[in-house]
């Protein structure tokens, strides 16, 4: 499975909003329907299966957070 607590932590990123991005991650990868706060689409789950960058990302970009599960 997955290990939330390998995430890689962005440069500029505050404490606050990392935990945020760790609570929104975790309700994505229990499959809940997350919509962007900025644009409104629903989020998606990257895994490294998928042989991309895996993360979190809407799809126009504003929310792209990127995740390192090796
Ligand atoms: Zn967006």
Redesign the pocket.
């Known amino acids: 499975m997955l290990d939330i607590k390998q995430f890689e932590q962005l440069k500029n990123t505050s404490a606050k909003s990392f935990n945020d991005q760790k609570a929104l991650i975790k309700k994505v990868m229990a499959g809940r329907q997350i919509k962007?706060e900025?644009?409104g689409?629903t989020l998606r789950l990257i895994v490294p299966e998928d042989k991309s960058t895996p993360g979190v990302f809407?799809a126009?970009g504003?929310?792209n957070i990127h995740l390192d599960f090796s």
């Open positions: 962007c900025t644009c689409t809407c126009k504003c929310t």
